[in-house]
């Protein structure tokens, strides 16, 4: 019976280990993806450019939705974005090849679009 309970729990943490190590987590899921994100960012509408190579996004999650905070205070923040599953990326729901916010464990990509402004991130961690 010693043995029994044994093999169970062994049995037990391995299957916990392979499932919650998934390599398809979904953002909207888990709070995987919220962190600082290190690289290129920018921001540009009809009054104002900002670049800068040395910058960060901090990724918070809040409900089903992921808020996105840059390190110069002047570039606005991206708020309430949620996201769908794609087969090799996650991108955020209504994300296009001409606006997305694309993110992974390891990456944050954006060239997001809206009401004339444009925000770009090219960062890891």
Not at 7 to 12: E, F, N
Not at 82 to 106: R, W
Request: glycine fraction near 8%; hydrophobic fraction near 35%.
């Amino acid at each position: 019976m010693k043995n029994l309970l044994k093999t169970i729990s062994i049995i037990a943490t391995v299957t916990l280990v392979f499932t919650s190590c998934s390599s398809d987590d979904n953002p909207a899921d888990n709070n995987l993806f919220a962190g600082t994100y290190e690289g290129e960012i920018g921001f540009n509408n009809a009054n104002t450019t900002i670049a800068t190579e040395d910058g960060s996004v901090f990724v918070t999650k809040v409900g089903d939705t992921y808020n996105f905070n840059f390190s110069n205070s002047d570039i606005p923040s991206i708020n309430g974005i949620e996201f769908e599953e794609d087969a090799e990326t996650n991108i955020n729901i209504g994300g296009s090849e001409t606006s997305y916010i694309k993110i992974d464990a390891s990456a944050l990509n954006i060239f997001y679009n809206e009401n004339g402004e444009t925000w770009t991130a090219n960062c890891t961690r």
